[in-house]
């Protein structure tokens, strides 16, 4: 559920900026920088969520949570890529990855800005959750150590 509520964070904070600043111009190779990179992290994020080690750990409900939170971390990885991929495909079907902004009567809206903002937040939560498995990791191996100490 904190997935959801990040992506929703995300998206409107991403939107506001760019309705606060709609001449702020990102341009398409920015664009598509970013989600390249976002697609690496994804990458990278997936295999070490798929490759995560609970080997020696006995206890069913420790191991379940590991499991639990694991999961979370996936399953946030995947959405936050659908969502890039979804923004980025859309952002050029409308023909703003330029960084034209979108006129609708008083109200200017940059896309191409609201999207790179969203890829660069997506990038900060898979560095975020980079860390949180490899911080979770590592407490499983002391904990491992202790146990058979």
């Known amino acids: 559920m904190k997935c959801v509520y990040s992506i929703i964070f995300s ?22 920088v970013l989600y390249t990179v976002s697609g ?10 798929v490759t995560f080690k609970t ?8 191991l ?7 999961r979370q971390v996936r399953n946030g990885f995947i ?6 991929t979804a923004l980025f495909i859309i952002l050029y079907i409308i023909g703003t990855s330029d ?5 609708c009567k008083k109200i200017s809206f ?4 609201a999207v790179s903002l969203y890829m660069i937040s997506s990038i900060a939560y898979y560095i975020y959750n980079f860390i949180k498995l490899q911080k979770f990791n590592t407490e499983i191996e002391d904990e491992l150590r202790n146990e058979k100490n």
């Not at 690496?40 to 969520?49: D, P, V």
């Not at 080997?55 to 420790?62: A, L």
């Not at 959405?79 to 890039?84: A, E, G, K, L, R």
């Not at 960084?99 to 006129?103: A, E, Q």
């Open 110 to 113: 940059n896309p191409s800005l």
């Open 40 to 49: 690496i992290m994804f990458s990278i994020g997936m295999s070490l969520a």
């Open 64 to 70: 379940r949570e590991i499991r639990d939170n694991v």
């Open 79 to 84: 959405w936050y890529f659908i969502m890039s």
């Open 11 to 32: 998206t409107v904070f991403s939107a506001t900026l760019s309705y606060l600043f709609p001449n702020l111009n990102m341009g398409k190779d920015i664009t598509a």
């Open 99 to 103: 960084g034209k902004t979108l006129c």
């Open 55 to 62: 080997e020696g750990v006995n206890n069913t409900t420790i």
